[in-house]
């Protein structure tokens, strides 16, 4: 390895290391707008703040969470007592990172299907990023699963956009989270999720090794095979992590620093069950670990409801999906987990 890959894979080996995941908190403001709506609470710049501050200060955090996703806003933010995020992050041991794409648009002459958007002018805003304190970076590319989707040309535009993004983050330093995430709203079996995901991952992975990415300093961030939530299939632990981890070996190389799954609108217990059921068939060249949005937050977001006098309450409720996946990590999840005391 030459000297910025070992650079990059010391970044990527941390953001993976036993027993920790990362926070993908790097919700744009529309997007937080209207999850904080759903629950009354104002989408004022300060309530963001405020709501991301729960998190980052949650007592013992920093034993199950390596490094954040932050969003544009929040890494130029600070803590109460005047810390920038990613400096109070850096005093706990948690690495900064920043979502870098500017969202999934309709791809013209494609109805039904999306292209990421973020390429433009990425050079100059990964060596900002870089400067304020951000080693690592997500792109999220969007497959939709549908009649005749996905079609080769979304895949392809995707994956390239993708390879793209990760080479120029390689070469500032920076570790790339590629994300390409098949999603699961669809009413797709499980088998078809499989065949869907497993079309992304090689499609992906031959758009980066053309592109030169190196797979030591790259996290990979896939979906897990399941069946579409309209499908009215249902599919037990075992099958989804088997099925998961077959599509990984399948198309992963082995040189990946690590895998760090989405959570995708699975219940938060289910997003545990299925992570730690994937460690305990274990057997893979990567550590298999979290990078969850919705699965660490919903709790907390619904707990805290835009209450300072409910912050105590809030973080309780996100250390406890911190400690639960924290424990899949290591295959030692359990029910209990769920309503022990944290
Ligand atoms: P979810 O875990 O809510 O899918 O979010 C992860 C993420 O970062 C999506 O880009």
Redesign the pocket.
């Known amino acids: 390895m030459d000297e910025l890959t070992k650079e990059l894979n010391a970044i990527a080996t941390a953001m993976v290391a036993p027993g920790k995941g990362i926070l993908?908190a790097?919700e744009s403001s529309p997007t937080i707008g209207s999850r904080f709506a759903k629950l009354g609470i104002d989408s004022t710049e300060e309530n963001r703040r405020s709501y991301r501050e729960m998190f980052f200060s949650a007592d013992g955090i920093k034993e199950y969470v390596s490094g954040v996703?932050l969003y544009d806003e929040t890494i130029r933010q600070n803590a109460s007592d005047g810390t920038p995020f990613p400096k109070y992050m850096q005093n706990l041991g948690i690495i900064p990172g920043i979502k870098v794409d500017t969202g999934a648009k309709e791809l013209a002459g494609h109805p039904g299907e999306k292209i990421t958007e973020g390429l433009d002018g990425l050079r100059d805003r990964l060596k900002e990023y870089h400067d304020l304190g951000a080693r690592f970076a997500?792109w999220?590319a969007v497959i939709t699963i549908g009649d005749g989707l996905p079609t080769d040309y979304c895949l392809e535009a995707n994956a390239h956009a993708l390879a793209r993004y990760g080479a120029l983050c390689q070469e500032r330093g920076i570790v790339p989270i590629i994300?390409p995430?098949v999603l699961m709203d669809g009413d797709n079996t499980i088998e078809t999720c499989y065949a869907v995901t497993d079309k992304t991952l090689h499609v992906v992975f031959g758009a980066l090794y053309r592109a030169g990415v190196k797979f030591e300093g790259m996290v990979l961030k896939p979906n897990m095979v399941v069946p579409g939530k309209k499908s009215g299939q249902s599919a037990s632990v075992e099958q989804v992590a088997s099925m998961t981890l077959d599509v990984l070996k399948k198309n992963v190389p082995a040189a990946v620093a690590g895998i760090a799954f989405?959570?995708?609108?699975q219940s938060d217990q289910d997003a545990s069950a299925h992570l730690n059921q994937l460690n305990k068939l274990g057997d893979t060249p990567w550590p298999l670990t979290y990078?969850?949005?919705?699965?660490l937050q919903t709790a907390a977001m619904e707990t805290w409801a835009g209450k300072p006098e409910n912050v105590a309450a809030g973080q309780a409720a996100a250390l406890l999906r911190a400690r639960a996946n924290s424990a899949a990590t290591y295959g030692k999840y359990s029910e209990q987990l769920e309503t022990a005391g944290v």
């Open positions: 993908a790097d996703i997500k999220r994300e995430e989405l959570s995708g609108g990078s969850y949005g919705r699965a």
